[in-house]
């Protein structure tokens, strides 16, 4: 069974960067997407960014051109390099594994890291 457990959240001012982590228990070879959620309080979960099993990506409007998503399949990780932070992108970050990608009900899912970004 897969388990993800991310790590690199923490408090930033604006225009500072963060990378987050994500590290897979068990098989996550045969999942084809894996993506960066993000949840701000009293707002829906939305993906953030999204890889393809072919290394393709994409990334929501609101971080395209500062976040960069990568993934090393070799060491079962998912990372997120986030970059030139807004207050708008405080919210809980998570790792997901999805089983049909873009389909947030089929995907297994970390605890979650937060992410605070102060001015």
């Known amino acids: 069974q897969v388990r993800l457990v991310e790590s690199g959240g923490g408090s930033v001012q604006v225009g500072g960067s963060l990378r987050l982590s994500c590290v897979a228990s068990?098989?996550?070879?045969?999942?084809?997407?894996m993506a960066w959620y993000r949840q701000a309080p009293g707002k829906e979960r939305r993906v953030a960014a999204r890889?393809?099993?072919?290394?393709?990506?994409i990334y929501t409007d609101t971080v395209r051109g500062r976040f960069t998503i990568s993934r090393d399949v070799a060491k079962n990780a998912l990372y997120l390099q986030a970059n030139s932070l807004t207050p708008g992108d405080t919210a809980m970050y998570y790792c997901?594994?999805?089983?049909?990608?873009?389909?947030?009900?089929?995907?297994?899912w970390g605890q979650g890291t937060q992410v605070t970004v102060s001015s």
């Open positions: 068990g098989d996550i070879h045969n999942i084809p997407c």
């Open positions: 997901a594994a999805e089983r049909i990608c873009g389909n947030p009900d089929y995907a297994i």
């Open positions: 890889v393809y099993e072919s290394g393709s990506t």
